[in-house]
């Protein structure tokens, strides 16, 4: 895949800061100052991946940048960085001619910005084939690998109380919102699960709900992507059911082909899950690609993970398992509670006291409501992290076969 480059139209300050950042992730990235440095960057027929504007302080010419970028055969994707306060004003007014536009509001760290444009370039060389975008690859590239299918995070502990839908919820929130991936978050807490009621979701439809319905009136299940409901922050939100009673219709077997079918239209799909070992938990550990294990400070919380990871041996799943260390800074030693688990931590979550709380109150994450809290920080190091993982394996993925490469990126930026 030929390198493509990323041209930064914002003002100096932001600027430099970009194009350090971009530059430090293995891209190539071109300063523009005027129209006609654009213009001629276009006509030296470089490739240009995405264009990020300033969508503030001089409108009138980013308008100018942005008719360059599409003018003639040229459709290049334009990410306009602008205010929330301007983003309502701008959003109906700015042109939009091009379906892979989209706005970054201030403010922001240079990493999330440069995870949206992996975001962007990514959904720029897909294709639909009637089930999801799909990586274009030539035809070399496995059904399996990364770029063309979801990696499926189910978030567990058999110990209730221990931030299971906390960091499921945040974690979604922070590679959607924060990293500009397409996410699905699947509440399959059958018991006491309430993703759709921190989220502000009414009247959400159930899997048990739509399941029924199609089955009373003589038609095929549909997909979770038809049932899902959208949250206002693009999270795509599925819940298996809204009471414990009468779940019968969800088989185990059949979710899990749902949400395997699911794969293809998400960079991610995240699970939230009941703490119990039942067999429907069973096959969504079977299905997942990784098992976050939140686990608090404490001796019941503990021993509840020791239990998941003697449980796990038992079902073949133990590589899958890593922990999530909630209150990270209890004055608990990280390094005891691995010791103690046999796990390592692949995240420390701080304390968000009632920052969890007030954000509930408004149907939000506190990534989205309190973007410049250190909580807000571990979360989206987290999803960073499972990101580089995605990446290192995709990279694995393309040293077996030469003609696919992600990006051009090395395993140490993908790391980065």
């Given at each position: 895949?030929?390198?493509?480059?990323?041209?930064?139209?914002l003002?100096?300050?932001e600027?430099?800061?970009?194009?350090?950042?971009?530059?430090e992730?293995?891209?190539?990235?071109?300063?523009?100052?005027?129209?006609?440095?654009?213009?001629?960057?276009?006509?030296?027929?470089?490739?240009?991946?995405?264009?990020?504007?300033?969508?503030?302080?001089?409108?009138?010419?980013?308008?100018?940048y942005?008719?360059?970028?599409?003018?003639?055969?040229?459709?290049?994707?334009?990410?306009?960085?602008?205010?929330?306060?301007?983003?309502?004003?701008?959003?109906?007014?700015?042109?939009?001619?091009?379906?892979?536009?989209?706005?970054?509001?201030?403010?922001?760290?240079?990493?999330?910005?440069?995870w949206?444009?992996?975001?962007?370039?990514?959904?720029?060389?897909?294709?639909?084939?009637?089930?999801?975008?799909?990586?274009?690859?030539?035809?070399?590239f496995?059904?399996?690998?990364?770029?063309?299918?979801a990696t499926?995070?189910?978030?567990?502990?058999?110990?209730?109380?221990?931030?299971?839908?906390?960091?499921?919820?945040?974690?979604?929130?922070?590679?959607?919102?924060?990293?500009?991936?397409?996410?699905?978050?699947?509440?399959?807490?059958?018991?006491?699960?309430?993703?759709?009621?921190?989220?502000?979701?009414?009247?959400?439809?159930?899997?048990?709900?739509?399941?029924?319905?199609?089955?009373?009136?003589?038609?095929?299940?549909?997909?979770?992507?038809?049932?899902?409901?959208?949250?206002?922050?693009?999270?795509?939100?599925?819940?298996?059911?809204?009471?414990?009673?009468?779940?019968?219709?969800?088989?185990?077997?059949?979710?899990?082909?749902?949400?395997?079918?699911?794969?293809r239209?998400?960079?991610?799909?995240?699970?939230?899950?009941?703490?119990?070992?039942?067999?429907?938990?069973?096959?969504?550990?079977?299905?997942?690609?990784?098992?976050?294990?939140?686990?608090?400070?404490?001796?019941?919380?503990?021993?509840?993970?020791?239990?998941?990871?003697?449980?796990?041996?038992e079902?073949?799943?133990?590589?899958?398992?890593?922990?999530?260390?909630?209150?990270?800074?209890?004055?608990?030693?990280?390094?005891?509670?691995?010791?103690?688990?046999?796990?390592?931590?692949?995240?420390?979550?701080?304390?968000?006291?009632?920052?969890?709380?007030?954000?509930?109150?408004?149907?939000?994450?506190?990534?989205?409501?309190?973007?410049k809290?250190?909580?807000?920080?571990?979360?989206?190091?987290?999803?960073?992290?499972?990101v580089?993982?995605?990446?290192?394996?995709a990279?694995?993925?393309?040293?077996?076969?030469?003609?696919?490469?992600?990006?051009?990126?090395?395993?140490?930026?993908?790391?980065?």
């Open positions: 895949m030929a390198r493509q480059a990323i041209v930064v139209a003002p100096r300050d600027q430099v800061a970009v194009i350090r950042e971009l530059t992730a293995g891209f190539e990235a071109l300063a523009v100052t005027a129209p006609e440095e654009l213009e001629a960057i276009l006509n030296a027929r470089r490739e240009v991946g995405v264009a990020i504007l300033d969508g503030e302080s001089d409108f009138d010419r980013s308008l100018e942005y008719s360059l970028l599409h003018d003639s055969d040229r459709d290049v994707p334009a990410l306009m960085v602008v205010s929330p306060r301007a983003l309502d004003r701008l959003a109906g007014a700015a042109p939009k001619a091009n379906i892979n536009d989209e706005f970054f509001t201030r403010p922001y760290s240079t990493d999330s910005l440069r949206r444009i992996e975001a962007m370039l990514i959904r720029s060389v897909t294709i639909d084939d009637g089930s999801g975008p799909v990586l274009q690859s030539g035809g070399d496995e059904s399996d690998s990364w770029s063309k299918r499926i995070v189910s978030i567990f502990n058999p110990k209730g109380g221990v931030g299971k839908t906390t960091t499921a919820l945040n974690l979604a929130a922070a590679l959607q919102v924060r990293m500009g991936l397409k996410v699905m978050l699947i509440d399959a807490d059958t018991v006491t699960g309430h993703i759709a009621t921190s989220l502000g979701l009414e009247s959400v439809t159930t899997v048990v709900d739509a399941w029924t319905e199609d089955l009373e009136e003589g038609r095929s299940e549909r997909s979770l992507i038809d049932i899902a409901t959208q949250h206002q922050n693009g999270l795509t939100v599925c819940v298996l059911t809204s009471s414990p009673l009468n779940t019968e219709i969800l088989v185990p077997e059949r979710v899990g082909d749902a949400i395997r079918a699911a794969r239209g998400f960079d991610f799909i995240i699970v939230d899950m009941h703490p119990s070992y039942s067999p429907l938990n069973q096959e969504i550990f079977e299905r997942s690609d990784r098992i976050l294990v939140p686990v608090t400070p404490d001796v019941p919380a503990l021993r509840a993970a020791v239990q998941m990871r003697d449980v796990a041996q079902l073949g799943v133990r590589d899958k398992l890593a922990l999530v260390v909630n209150r990270a800074n209890s004055g608990v030693s990280v390094a005891d509670m691995e010791r103690t688990v046999g796990m390592s931590a692949l995240a420390l979550i701080r304390s968000g006291g009632l920052l969890f709380v007030r954000a509930a109150n408004e149907g939000r994450s506190v990534v989205e409501q309190y973007p809290e250190k909580v807000t920080e571990d979360f989206e190091i987290l999803a960073q992290k499972l580089g993982e995605e990446f290192q394996a990279d694995k993925s393309a040293a077996t076969k030469p003609a696919f490469r992600i990006f051009n990126r090395t395993k140490e930026a993908a790391r980065a």
